[in-house]
């Protein structure tokens, strides 16, 4: 595989990217390219990770380039919502012999890796062989996007709250709902084993020209997908942000620097908490560890390309997609992902997914619907 001068950038160096690109030959605009490569938007300079991560990175962006200032480096996306940096974009199907990066015919058969972080603090991509993974969708008129939470919004609830977890058939009933959950101890927590499917539904979405009436949905807006799959939660509504439930995530939305009180009830019943970045990694370490979690968490059955899991700790992960921003779905059948209650910045939360054989945790965006898995409070 030839890469030509981005090879460079690829391995650390230190000319920027647009010389490069005009040494190619290249001096189409950031709205796409003359060899017919779909840049999204995406321009050929990002400053931060921060604004990259505001920029969609789907299938249809696979192998474009641009060159992040903060790390001085070039990043590529691998058309999974990631940005790759490092010597994994050698490992990419890219043809970057041309002046733009362009995606072969044949699918890359080593996805890029994502570095696996348990600390708090921003990851530091410019490490070779890392990926780090784009949090959100660049959508038009974004600059007037607005959070999701309100003091007038409302979120429905029962009067009583007193939600019933039954250790002898390991199953906790929602009280707000009457909803019955499995439940799986593993380690020294207990998990819920079905993804949460309680409808917060009091308080609107609004994401610059993108509405609805709700912050959880149903995968494709299908109730039959609530009902496998369980809902899909804005982080503001994962984390309660009205404080309906609670005041421990009261006021964390989009845009919205917080400090919650952990442990973070937000949408959860009433002894369980929106899992912390630490309780994901505290998870993969009881089966085994990050690089065995996917294969240990996933479901026996509903995952695309032989993906399907051993379901070794009855976690019984599903592959129910996500999302974005602009309310799309995507992924179903290919990537479960799941929201914690760790902030990352002001527009961006970590959530653990699931694809491979490995588990991960990265940073997502906090206006995408991602499932939610509760944890039960410490006795």
């Not at 890029?112 to 062989?129: C, Q, R």
């Not at 009457?178 to 993804?195: C, F, H, L, P, S």
């Not at 609107?204 to 912050?215: C, F, L, R, V």
């Amino acid at each position: 595989m030839k890469f030509g001068l981005l090879k460079v950038f690829a391995l650390g160096g230190v000319v920027p990217l647009a010389v490069a690109l005009n040494a190619c030959g290249d001096d189409s605009s950031t709205s796409g390219s003359s060899d017919g490569v779909n840049r999204g938007g995406i321009p050929d300079t990002i400053e931060t990770f921060m604004e990259l991560s505001d920029y969609d990175c789907g299938k249809s962006q696979k192998c474009v380039a641009t060159y992040l200032t903060e790390y001085h480096d070039m990043v590529v996306c691998d058309g999974e919502d990631g940005w790759v940096i490092g010597t994994l974009i050698e490992k990419m199907d890219c043809d970057f012999s041309s002046s733009s990066a362009k995606s072969s015919d044949s699918k890359s058969n080593d996805p890029a890796e994502v570095t696996d972080d348990s600390s708090d603090s921003k990851d530091n991509p410019s490490s070779a062989g890392t990926s780090t993974k784009s949090s959100a969708s660049k959508e038009p008129d974004s600059s007037g996007s607005e959070g999701v939470e309100g003091s007038s919004a409302s979120v429905p609830g029962g009067s009583s709250d007193a939600s019933a977890y039954d250790v002898v058939t390991g199953t906790l009933t929602d009280s707000r709902d009457g909803q019955t959950y499995r439940t799986v101890k593993i380690g020294d927590k207990v998990w819920m084993a079905e993804n949460l499917n309680y409808a917060y539904t009091g308080v609107p979405y609004k994401y610059g020209s993108y509405t609805s009436d709700s912050t959880s949905w149903c995968y494709d807006n299908a109730p039959a997908n609530c009902a496998k799959y369980g809902r899909l939660y804005t982080w503001a509504a994962a984390m309660d942000s009205v404080g309906e439930w609670s005041t421990n995530g009261k006021g964390c939305g989009y845009l919205k620097t917080c400090l919650p009180i952990y442990p973070v009830r937000g949408v959860c019943p009433e002894g369980w908490h929106l899992p912390t970045q630490s309780e994901w990694n505290t998870l993969f370490t009881a089966v085994g560890g990050s690089s065995v979690a996917g294969t240990k968490l996933k479901s026996t059955s509903g995952w695309n390309s032989s993906g399907n899991g051993t379901d070794a700790f009855s976690f019984s992960a599903l592959p129910a997609g996500l999302r974005n921003l602009s309310g799309n779905y995507d992924n179903e059948g290919n990537y479960a992902y799941f929201w914690s209650s760790t902030e990352h910045y002001s527009n961006t939360a970590y959530r653990m997914y699931l694809n491979y054989d490995d588990a991960n945790l990265d940073v997502s965006n906090r206006n995408r619907g991602l499932s939610v898995r509760c944890v039960k409070d410490s006795d």
